[in-house]
């Protein structure tokens, strides 16, 4: 059974670059088939759709985030990461790392979230 | 900012059945994208519901059920339990993978 865990500061100054860490075990991401995925969830529960990784390199990225967003994966440690850049009072949300099926739209299963907060 | 409504907030007695919407547009529920669903326990993290419009994962009990319609979806939930209380979410594909706004289910 896959199991996804966050991790990361939990505080980021303004303007600086937010950075997590999706470790997965139960299965390499680097099998094909799966996307590697990371969805926020800010405080008022509103959802959204950061981005992917697949086939340990290649990328999609929501087009309103494209340009401060990166998502790597270090297939040695069987882990995903998040960059992103600039980040602002409205980053602030539970970031949550998640795997998508490749022929499916759905994304199952989660990590806990991580909750980070960006403030000075 | 969500392209996919819900009603915020639904309840129920326990036993009853309950509905929750989530409206579209011909850009992602009305364009034929499949509409999924999540169920988010307090504390927790979203899982995965309804899959593919209709389908439920293994594991998940038939009380809960999905269906579409032009540009919504309706995830009713018959038979209310306690353990039923949390927020739903439903999802689809626009430009993007889109979420709704989300409803909280609160069985009374």
């Known amino acids: 059974q896959v199991q996804l865990q966050e991790s990361g500061p939990g505080l980021v100054k303004p303007s600086q670059t937010l950075s997590l860490t999706c470790t997965v075990s139960?299965?390499?991401?680097?099998?094909?088939?799966?996307?590697w995925s990371w969805i926020r969830q800010f405080p008022g529960k509103g959802l959204e759709w950061i981005g992917y990784?697949?086939?340990?390199?290649?990328?999609y990225y929501n087009p309103s985030l494209k340009t401060r967003v990166l998502i790597s994966a270090d297939t040695s440690k069987n882990q995903f990461s998040l960059r992103l850049n600039y980040v602002t009072a409205a980053d602030t949300a539970v970031y949550y790392c998640?795997?998508?099926?490749?022929?499916?739209?759905?994304?199952?299963?989660w990590g806990q979230g991580t909750l980070v907060t960006v403030s000075s | 900012q969500s392209v996919l409504t819900q009603p915020p907030s639904v309840s129920g007695a326990p036993g009853q059945r309950v509905t929750i919407s989530c409206t579209g547009s011909?850009?992602?529920?009305?364009?034929?994208?499949?509409v999924l669903w999540y169920q988010q326990l307090p504390g927790r993290a979203p899982k995965l519901l309804i899959y593919?419009?209709?389908n439920r994962p293994s594991g998940v009990p038939d009380r809960f059920s999905g269906s579409r319609s032009g540009t919504s979806a309706s995830l009713a939930i018959t038979g209310l339990q306690a353990e039923d209380e949390a927020d739903y979410y439903c999802?689809?594909?626009?430009?993007?993978?889109?979420f709704g706004t989300g409803t909280k289910v609160t069985v009374l």
């Open positions: 011909s850009s992602n529920i009305g364009a034929g994208y499949a």
């Open positions: 998640a795997r998508r099926p490749g022929e499916e739209d759905w994304f199952d299963p």
């Open positions: 593919g419009d209709s």
């Open positions: 999802q689809s594909y626009d430009t993007t993978y889109v």
């Open positions: 990784i697949y086939n340990s390199g290649n990328t």
């Open positions: 139960g299965g390499p991401i680097s099998s094909g088939g799966f996307y």
